[in-house]
């Protein structure tokens, strides 16, 4: 049977997503959970990497196990006696055989978190990037604009990355002020290494007046990405949701 997990956890203390040697991942923690459970290896298939430091609210994963003598719907409960406090499963369900967290994911929504302040607020900055002045919103929003479609996004995109196509959809880009918060939610077919950061980054850039509508032009056009702004931090990200 497949299983299907809905994940949320604190990436703080993680390394990611993804297993990685003599380093601590979200799932690797939940695969010894597993083991623990059953007595079986089982391998957690994600439906991506989230980078060191990045959150999740609702991560999807899924385990393929032949054994039935564990109910589905009970794997949340199990796990979350085992899990560390910083990882939990929200949700277990028995999926279709032919589901994968991964290949079949159509929508993914990460959210940014910033806010204004010329002090850091500790309530506030696990979770968000601490801004010191108001940014110009009006800007980062027709900017953002220029973003959404499909685009080869190479601009937008860390060195180190193997991916056959740089070319991807951004379906919205929203900007959001909630008191000293500005929050940025941006929803595509999938992403970049780093993808998500950039684009923040470089709208934040925007913002501050550093960089201006037509460098965000030549971004898209030109795929360099010395045009754009700063990578920026992995604590204000977190993975919101996973459509299929």
């Known amino acids: 049977m497949i299983v299907k997990l809905t994940v949320t956890y604190d990436g703080t203390n993680y390394c990611g997503w993804q297993v990685q040697p003599n380093k601590i991942t ?17 391998k957690v ?23 039935e003598n564990i109910p589905p719907e009970k794997f949340a409960l199990a796990l979350n006696i085992i899990l560390p406090d910083d990882v ?30 010329t002090a850091i607020l500790p309530l ?7 801004l ?23 601009a937008f995109c860390s060195s180190g990355t193997s991916v056959k196509t740089t070319v991807r959809t951004v379906y919205s880009i929203d900007i959001e002020e909630r008191g000293n918060e500005i929050i940025f939610s941006v929803t595509g077919n999938g992403f970049l290494y780093n993808m998500v950061r950039i684009i923040v980054g470089t ?16 971004m898209l056009a030109t795929g360099k990405r010395a045009l754009g702004g700063k990578t920026i931090p992995a604590k204000g990200l977190t993975l919101l949701s996973v459509e299929y």
């Open 203 to 218: 709208l934040l850039a925007v913002g501050r007046g550093k960089i201006g509508k037509k460098e965000v032009e030549d």
């Open 45 to 67: 298939i994600g439906s991506g990497r989230t980078d060191a430091g990045v959150h999740a609210e609702g991560q999807v994963a899924h385990f393929k196990r032949e054994k």
């Open 26 to 42: 979200v799932q690797e923690v939940i695969e010894k959970a597993l083991l623990t459970l059953t007595g079986e290896k089982i």
């Open 88 to 117: 939990k499963i929200v949700k277990s369900e028995r999926a279709d055989d032919d589901f994968s967290a991964r290949r079949s994911a159509k929508r993914k929504t990460y959210v940014y978190r910033t806010y204004v302040s």
């Open 124 to 130: 506030k900055d696990r979770y968000a990037l601490q």
């Open 132 to 154: 010191e002045k108001q940014p110009d919103v009006s800007a980062m929003k027709e900017c953002a604009k220029l973003i959404e479609g499909e685009h080869d996004f190479k």
